[in-house]
């Protein structure tokens, strides 16, 4: 019975030291507030979109940002590169200044390292303030958090003209689990 219990044992405990032990993971809350400026340049190029039949399609994309950037990784003694699961809630898209609300638009669609995050109903362009439930999957955002960098990307169809210049705000909010560093 030794004979037997004992290499069995033995590799149990080999598998053991050797997995990833989940009752080690940090759990935290992370929410992202990242700034860009959308500019009257970036919009219309010289181009008169009333002239020219279903050339008013918009893509404006933003600079990169990283999510080690934040303080929650470094008071979690995490990274980025450690995130085990991922709950997405939701991502807030908000002009700060220069215009009053998102009523240039139509069919907004908002993506994340080209996957898309969601878009938002046409009706409710007329806020200034956009809460749009994330429908992106977990292995999206395991594909897209430990790579760290990320930015986004903006489309929509320009009904009216935009303010010279808009800035936006872009909100992320996570709930993740992630190993500690070593």
């Not at 080999?14 to 935290?28: M, P, Q, T």
């Not at 749009?132 to 990320?150: R, T, V």
């Not at 169809?157 to 705000?169: A, N, Q």
């Amino acid at each position: 019975m030794n004979r037997i219990l004992l290499p069995v044992l033995a590799i149990v405990a080999f598998l053991i030291s050797a997995c990833e032990r989940k009752d080690n993971l940090v759990s935290f809350n992370l929410d992202t507030h990242d700034t860009t400026k959308w500019t009257v340049l970036e919009v219309h190029n010289d181009v008169l979109t009333d002239t020219f039949p279903n050339n008013q399609g918009m893509t404006l994309l933003t600079a990169p940002f990283k999510f080690s950037s934040y303080a929650k990784f470094l008071a979690n003694k995490t990274a980025p590169a450690n995130v085990r699961d991922v709950e997405a809630i939701n991502l807030i898209i908000k002009i700060d200044s220069g215009a009053a609300s998102f009523e240039f638009a139509r069919d907004l669609r908002i993506f994340v390292n080209e996957v898309e995050m969601g878009a938002v109903d046409n009706a409710k362009l007329i806020e200034p303030e956009l809460v749009i439930p994330l429908k992106s999957k977990e292995k999206d955002w395991l594909n897209i958090i430990p790579k760290d960098q990320y930015s986004f990307r903006t489309d929509f169809e320009l009904i009216s003209p935009l303010p010279d210049s808009v800035y936006v705000s872009y909100k992320l909010n996570f709930r993740l689990k992630s190993v500690p560093n070593d």
